[in-house]
């Protein structure tokens, strides 16, 4: 053979394994198709098992998970129902399209998610929401979450002209509504949820003190602001925020029948980005020049609101979030989290001291020595529950009291039995444990749409909470311990966050004016004391002494505080007392038709997706066909590619992927041609191919455990294991092009594999959270993944350990300096291959939009050197930054999108080393020194992108000054 036939092998697009034993020609295009056919069947027969109920709608298809009481499905059919009939009357909007709707219980989260891009679905969450969190601002949370992703649907969804026929031929592609600002898309969904009397975030006194807070503080966001990201700790709540009370204002000035005929006319924009270009048309104005005047309003406003309030005394402390145990006795207790600092404190009036730090908590409570906290857990791998644990400090003891019961509020009642809210099935319950976890008792508290706070009377006969029935107000309830029957005790407006000061007396507080304000009901005359006038909001409201805490709240955050307790004179009120039937759901709806889903149901292609990827030397075009099921669980891509320039290719491959024969369940087929035609140094051109078959099943489980280092430090840890065995067909061919007998032919190589291989993967991951310094800042993981396969044609083995820790730390509480370092260490055994180190941070190819959006700067290596300086068996490998926030710029121009971010800075110290084995003996080290400018922007509205400018100098043998530009995420 040979040096040029030689050079094809080593170096063609695959490596060339070994020869196998066979010889018989293969029409291996024939094969990749029937191998594919009869897996595809053989797996569509075995995915036979149904994990939801089925009802249909008109163009709604609605999905029931299995998780969910069956008895909730009326319930949840009829406000879906109300939901498209509401929007149609309040923008003509009807569902033109069938649109799959899916209420799911997979994690202990209250949220939605709509798409339209490639595939139209909505998902809904079945869980309540949290007492303060930005959902829990509404009588009934399942229509609004209805409501809002709806919203998105239709809007987002409406195409005409132009847009409708790409679309039409390519599948759900193109669709210019969604390339708006984030404060429209989610503006007009906040405003539709509000637009219902009573419900939605705009009728929420909370949502409102969000808002005018940045006007107290004189921080009122620009439309540029508005348009990007901002550093402000409410983050990613902005939009929904300003988004709605601005829709409301235009609404308001223009109608309901001009909004919607603005959207009508984005629709068929064959340009995206033109919002402001149809607003100047469709209202006469722009956006611009409305949110001016939208501003000055809520200016004079407020200008005179805050004349009664009273100064509280407070600590500089602020928190995101905050909650507060009501029923320790002579203890004011709070769980506040700010910039990854997760604890609970206690205020004694000057100070808060730290009890413990907690992990990702949703709600806790309390006692002297002991705490109670609700975490997240994996649940059967695919599901994420909120579990009960007790922590003792004394003991430095952990005992879990719950599993896969989606607790939440738990409380220590006075006879040292433990309680806590329940709602697995999306139904609430009322639990009582003793403290090992045995269950002692459970009432049934199914018609409530929310449950919040509970807390014990002097006596211990009855467990106050608030709360909301479906449909109604938040007001408060009397739980008895002794019967289980259930007392509403209703007052106008909304209440919060209730607890005993006597046996006779509730302190509470209560929505008045705009504001909530802490009172003290008396119930034997059914009177009313305001403790309090706050300037917004003070919640959590607790008697100690002569003074009342609460906490309060500006545009930094909640903070504890207190004021002298100076109750005004009691008015008598009405408060209307009702039992609550609470062993039944409330759902009296007429039955409805439900199906069982079997198969591959609503699987078809949704999607035709042109691809293409181009270089100097290389390009490549291609379509991928996207489909997946109503559900999200199965799905399946096929793929057609060939490339032209140095290398002749064609690629084919199917994927097929399916959760529910077992979690992360995947087949995957791939047939690659290859042709390479080269000369050798005798000017003799030879032409190879190189035919390749793959096909594999894989699959594999993802679950979370909780990692105690002491019950007062506990963090989150991922593992993962994998398994797949597969099958390869590899062929061979170089042959000259000229007729010269002096040129022996070339004998085809064939070779054949039966691979199988596992791997597992410790994934840690702690979270300090920095808004200045974007993304890497907020993320400490450590990764300890291990992969071993086996030839089972040949009898070779790999294994191969790629461990890697990335920790990032904040040297300041403002998240303006933090220091990040990666470690990764390559090791591979049984094989010959070696890796290489060094390079710069490269550009992407910017011809590729994915690698232009995401950036492939993660590649990094060992900065300062030429690509492959250094190699060797085992390789390791580290990336050290100072980084610092040099300017926050957050400005863009109107709508136009792009915003400019931040600038920051950066000082870092790259080291590699390589050697023959994993004890990197005889080895060599590279190591360098630079800086580096990193400016921020975001694209499109939506998008992150990071510029670059570094410079780097190796100090080692082979060390070269180095500049380099790179565009995407840093590591």
Known sequence: MSRAQEKFCENGPVRYIRDGPWHTEVDLRSLFTALSLLCAFSLLSAADTPRYLVHRTGDLVLYFSSDI????????????????????????????????????????DANGWSSVYLKDAIRL????????????????????????????????????????????VFGNLFFPSQLMPGWMLEGVTVYSESAIDGTGRGHSPV?????????????????????????????????????????????????????????????????PFLAEYEAKKVFGESFWHMYQEFLQKQRERLFDRDATAQAPFEIGER??????????????????????????????????TRLMTLPTASTFAAGDDQFLATVPVSVDNDRTRSDLFLFDMKRQAITRITRGESARYPIFLHDGRIGCFTVTDGLHRFRIYDRKGALLRTYDLLPFDAVY????????????????LRGADKDIFLLSLDDGAVTRLHLPGDQYGAGFASAHQLLFSTEDDGRIVPVLLDLRTDSLSRLYEPVSIAIYPKILADRLFFIGFDNDGYFPAWVPLRPTAAVPITVERTTVAASATGTDSVAPAIEETHGWEGAWPTALIPDYNGGLSLQKIGVTLFAESDTGRRGYEISFGKAFGDTDTYEARLTYRDDDIMPSFYWQAYYGWYRATFGDPEHITYRGAVHDLRTHLSTSSRFNTLWFLTPSYAYRATHSVSASIGFRFRQETVENDRDDPTILPYDPRKSYSVQSGASYNFHFNFSPGSY??????????????????????????????????????????????????????????LTDARYSL????????LINLD???YGSSSAVTVRGYRSGALTGRTVYFTNNELRFHVLSIEEGLGLFPLMVKNLQGAVFCDLGAGAGDLALRERSFIVSLGVEGKLLTHWWYHVPLMFKLGLARGLTEGGVWNVYVAVGNSF
């Open 772 to 829: 200045l310094l974007f993304s890497p800042m907020d993320q400490s993981i450590l990764r300890l993944p291990a992969t071993i396969s086996r030839d089972l044609w040949t009898g070779e083995n790999l294994l191969t350990l790629t461990p890697s820790l990335t920790y990032a730390h904040l040297l300041d509480e403002h998240g303006k300096i933090g220091a990040i370092t990666r470690h990764s260490l390559y090791a591979a055994f």
């Open 319 to 352: 928190y995101h979030d905050i909650m507060v145990d009501l029923s320790h006795p002579d203890r004011y207790v709070y769980y506040g989290v700010t910039n990854g600092r997760r604890a609970v404190y206690e205020f004694d009036g000057t100070a808060a």
């Open 207 to 271: 949502w409102r003190a969000w808002f005018d807070s940045f006007f107290r503080k004189g921080n009122e966001l620009t439309l540029g602001e508005l348009s990007g990201s901002n550093d402000h700790w409410m983050g990613g709540h902005i939009p929904y925020l300003y988004g709605s009370f601005f829709y409301d204002f235009v609404t308001r000035r223009h109608g309901l029948e001009r909004m919607a005929l603005f959207f009508d006319e984005m629709s068929d924009n064959a340009i």
């Open 838 to 845: 060094g390079g710069e941070e490269k550009d992407p190819e």
């Open 125 to 168: 969450l079945i869980y309540p929401p949290e007492e303060f969190s930005v959902l829990a601002n509404h009588k009934d949370y399942v229509l609004n979450l209805a409501v809002h992703e709806l919203t998105h649907s239709l809007q987002i969804g409406l195409v005409n002209g132009v847009p409708k026929w790409v679309n039409y």
């Open 69 to 108: 009481d069956p008895r909730l499905i009326p319930y949840f059919i009829e406000k879906t129902e109300m939901a498209e009939q509401f929007l149609f009357s309040l923008y003509g909007w009807k569902a033109d399209r069938r649109i799959p709707i899916v209420f799911d219980r997979e994690t202990d």
């Open 453 to 468: 706070t509970p807390s014990f009377d002097p006596t211990g006969e009855r467990v106050l909470f608030t709360g909301n």
């Open 851 to 853: 690698t232009f959006i």
